[in-house]
């Protein structure tokens, strides 16, 4: 399986709290900093990976 990158940004509220925003997928990472060079954006290029297929949400507190 192939390596996919996620392009984030961090968006900070004016109220002082701050949050990580994924913005796209890409291929490689090669592509995800040209994707944020072409919008003008400072952000990361931090590998994907997917959750965990046997992960259940919780049904009971």
């Known amino acids: 399986m192939s390596s996919l990158f996620y392009l984030v940004i961090t968006v900070c509220a004016i109220i002082g709290e701050c949050f990580d925003t994924p913005i796209g997928i890409y ?31 919780a049904v009971r507190f």
Do not use: I, N, S
């Not at 490689?28 to 965990?52: D, F, I, M, N, S």
């Open 27 to 57: 291929q490689t990472k090669a592509e995800c900093y040209a994707a944020a060079a072409e919008q003008h954006v400072k952000g990361e290029c931090l590998p994907y990976r997917r959750t965990a297929d046997d992960q259940q949400p």
